[in-house]
């Protein structure tokens, strides 16, 4: 095993368990804390054992391992872009409201 | 019935107080909404004579009328007239867009720069029997001509996106002159913040099945309402606006 590897599972281990002691003190909503420790867990299994993905990508007909986890983080950056871009323009919403209150309740004020 | 005029500034205090004062001249009832200038914007405008509510940041130009037409409201009025701060426009129209709703022939007044008078140009030069008093006839020779071709493309566009996402065959798009009835400004409901909301509004008025009517308004071109004016640009903010609201729309 490279000391790369060795760097990069030791690090989605110290992520799983940040993830786990998140969910235990501060109440991260389970579904997301879930979905963490299944994703932290899979880079680790993969790094540890890089031919699993040559396994998947076969069945995927992908040529390659690495290109299918290429792929599929392109995707999955694609897909939280987007959850990110949605999440801003619901708060600059909820910013313009607080504004708007503050205006009309100072207008009636004066 | 009472009409209060709603004029959304920033950073327009070279301009906004005269612009009051010319709309007093006409309406008694005006609302500046000063969206978060960094001048003495709101000073100038409070001391035309204005009703002043002040936007602590600025959130943009459909932001700040949806604020001045919840304040217009809330004071009671019955009709509500969209204006800009920049001088563009002639306080004169506001009569000619209020004058169709205080009829009862719609709910909701459009300013057209591409429109010209029954009663006035029109009739006379093309022979038009005017059965509408408060309609116009579109006027090609003036407001296009003077365009640049840029412009022209892009207005096409835009009134051809207009008539295919809400349907309403239009003269002219994005002209902030309006007029609202006190039912269909309470039911509207603004989401884009920034200058999208002139397409929200008019998708508004195909959602509610609102009446509306195009009424021949005059825009007053200088150097400094150029200056402030949209960019090309700009369509595409628009755009990307649009289709932001419709995805985070609850």
Known sequence: MFAFQIIVILFCLYAALRVWQKMKVRGLNRRWAIFWLVFWLGVGLVVALPWTTSLLAARLGVTRGVDLVVYIAIIALFYFIFRLTVKIEKLEGNITKLVREVALKDQTKG | ?250
Request: with cysteine; glycine share 8%.
């Open chain 2, 1 to 250: 019935m009472r009409v209060a005029v709603v004029i959304p500034a920033y950073n327009e205090e070279k301009a906004i107080g005269k612009v009051i004062k010319e709309v007093r001249a006409c309406c008694s009832h005006v609302f500046v909404v000063d969206d978060g200038s960094n001048d003495a914007t709101a000073e100038v405008a409070r001391a035309a004579g204005a009703m002043v509510l002040r936007h602590v940041l600025n959130r943009g130009q459909g932001a700040a009328l949806a604020t001045g037409i919840a304040a217009a409201l809330e004071s009671g009025a019955d009709i509500i007239v969209t204006f800009d701060a920049d001088g563009q426009m002639d306080p004169k129209d506001i009569a000619s867009l209020v004058a169709p709703i205080e009829a009862g022939l719609c709910d909701v007044a459009l300013g057209s720069r591409f429109l010209v008078r029954h009663c006035e140009e029109a009739e006379g030069r093309r022979g038009n029997p005017g059965r509408d008093r408060f309609a116009g006839v579109r006027d090609d020779n003036k407001e296009r001509q003077r365009m640049p071709l840029i412009r022209k493309l892009t207005l096409k566009v835009a009134l051809a996106f207009t008539q295919l996402t809400t349907g309403l065959k239009l003269t002219d798009t994005h002209n902030g002159l309006r007029a609202f009835s006190r039912q269909a400004a309470f039911d509207l409901e603004l989401h884009c913040d920034r200058m999208a909301h002139a397409s929200e509004i008019l998708e508004e008025i195909n959602r509610h099945g609102w009446r509306y009517r195009e009424v021949p308004v005059h825009i007053r071109y200088t150097e400094y309402s150029m200056k402030k004016g949209q960019k090309l640009s700009g369509a595409f903010k628009i755009l990307r606006d649009l289709i932001m609201s419709s995805w985070t729309r609850e």
